[in-house]
């Protein structure tokens, strides 16, 4: 499977407690997002790299929640002190920078239960 | 004002019908633009780019308007496989490489 993949598919956790996503992009893409969304709703931004470097960050990344991507390939976002508000489905999605405005490609998502 | 509005809908429409779908951006400096599909409690997918002059593949045919800043999405001849919910997202052109998403539109087509 070539495709953008996520680990853990599920995850609950009682409230406080730290959790940890990891994201494989497609192996020849540079770019690498990470998206949250809650029922109902499109997806909401939350950071972008460009190869190792985080490149913005959205205001809605609390200092509660930190992410990376060492050696430009895989990446981690990790949720610190989890919260209610924080359940919701994180979604990674990554895209080539060789061509502007090509397609972001999703992995199917972690869905984060904080009970 | 959010950066992308949509109808949320539901719109249902029986098998056959034409259903269009209209989204507003609010920042004119949008610089690309698409419209994605997401199933239920699957990931989105890109349904097709949006270019100024309008494009169409196959049943789909996107629009975009940007004096008055909006796009369009057009599904001729329905098919209950089209079910889903369509989001409207943009590219800015302020640096920012990431997409932007509206809420979605759900469409559900009926037999």
């Known amino acids: 499977d070539t495709g953008v993949s996520q680990d853990p598919r599920h995850k609950i956790t009682k409230r406080g407690q730290n959790v940890t996503f990891r994201c494989d992009p497609i192996?020849?893409?540079?770019?690498l997002y990470w998206y949250r969304q809650t029922l109902g709703q499109g997806p909401e931004f939350l950071t972008y790299f460009q190869n190792e470097a985080q490149l913005e960050k959205s205001r809605l990344l609390s200092d509660r929640f930190s992410a990376e991507r060492p050696k430009g390939s895989f990446s981690t976002l990790e949720i610190q002190r989890t919260e209610q508000g924080d359940s919701a489905m994180y979604l990674c999605?990554?895209?080539?920078?060789?061509?502007?405005?090509?397609?972001?490609?999703f992995g199917q998502g972690t869905r984060l239960t904080v009970v | 004002r959010k950066e992308v509005e949509q109808d949320p809908g539901p719109f249902n429409v029986p098998e056959g019908a034409t259903v269009a779908f209209n989204c507003t951006y609010s920042?004119?400096?949008?610089?690309?633009f698409f419209w994605y599909r997401q199933d239920c409690r699957k990931e989105p997918k890109l349904l097709m780019s949006?270019?100024?002059s309008g494009n169409e593949d196959g049943r789909f045919t996107a629009q975009l308007n940007r004096a008055s800043q909006y796009i369009s999405l057009l599904i001729r001849d329905s098919k209950l496989s089209d079910s889903a919910t369509y989001l409207c997202?943009?590219?800015?052109?302020?640096?920012?490489?990431?997409?932007?998403f509206g809420s979605g539109t759900r469409l559900q087509v009926q037999p």
């Open positions: 920042n004119s400096a949008s610089q690309s």
């Open positions: 192996s020849e893409h540079n770019r």
């Open positions: 949006v270019y100024s």
């Open positions: 999605a990554s895209s080539s920078l060789r061509f502007e405005n090509t397609e972001a490609f």
């Open positions: 997202v943009l590219i800015m052109d302020t640096g920012r490489r990431a997409l932007t």
